[in-house]
């Protein structure tokens, strides 16, 4: 037999992580509804869509939204050799050496400076095609953007070239996400508008005007333009109490054993049984993005009921203490690692790392299949 069928790596594993994309697209549609009838909806599926499986989210939702985001030109390219067809806007800089690419797979970088205008131009001479752009403008970041005194003369400079496009201006907040801030993000965006305002002035009217992220679509409806930025929010993590998350992370009891009172469990002996207990190994660990510091200080749900995770988290194992009456069956039974419901999810598991749902979703590592429900193509 061949295990290597997509069947096997899909079904075969205990480890996995489940994709409503029901959930996703219910979230999306929520988000849609906060903003004009006329705001385009960009969909960010960088970094693997969150950990949720880029290709797959992609393709599935591709009709409900108007743009793509990714951070890098290989995850571009990879939904375009999957089909996407739509616009993908390229977030986070890339090389000279990526210039041809993003040229040939037609991506739409995020400008932040203008030593490749050459080479953009050269390239999309090439593939005949004219590169659309993004200006970015640092209004109070300071991560990527022009800062804003250099705005206008970049501008002009871009449109000197044949080949190349301004098809955006954009910002990215700091702070939308804290409301007691309001005040640094009121002020990127009126840092935001007179930019606009010069360029309009110049008569330079880039067509796609966009700021907020997830958290600015509720907290700022000035910040929408023509165009928002949505990511954690469409994958279920949302101040909107009508948001779900829309993964769920579980796996299964692999080995079950009576240890007796005094015995420590796994590396560094960092937790020893208070009295003979029944533990369960399951297989994940760091590697799969279940994080060492969850070591002693997490829990996983089996049939509704919380187990500790005891001693160190290991590459690929854990263990837990089977602190209900499980009966000596329970075997292959499902755990929850982290779950799609209000109290137990992967926000919960982020709070004990000190750490934020992002990084938790995003650590989910590409051992772990992502298993698609409730999957049409739309
Ligand atoms: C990741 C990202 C977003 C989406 O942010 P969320 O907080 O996940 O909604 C928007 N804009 C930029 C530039 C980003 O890098």
Redesign the pocket.
Known sequence: MKFTTQENILNLRATRCEVNIQTLKDNIQIFRNKIDKNCNLCL?V?ANA?GHGAIKVANYVESMVDFF?V?TVYEGVQLRESGINKPIML??AHTRAEVAYICQYNLNP?LSHNSFLDEYNHWAGYYKTKLSLHIKVDTGMSR?GFNTCDVLESAKQIENYDNLHIAGI?T?FSS??DVNAKDVTEKQLNIFNNILEELKVHGIFPKYIHAA???A?LNYNNSHFNMV???????GYSDDKNIKPVMSFKTKITIVKKISKGTPVSYGKTWTAENDTMIAILPVGYADGYKRCFSNNAKVMIDGKACNVIGRVCMDQIAIELSYDFDENCLEKDVILFGDDEYFNAETLAFKANTIV?EILTSISERVPRIFFNANYT
């Open positions: 960010t960088k969150y985001a951070a977030l986070s995020f990527a954009c990215h939308s996400d992220n997830s958290a679509v930025r949505l990511g954690i929010g469409a994958y992002y």
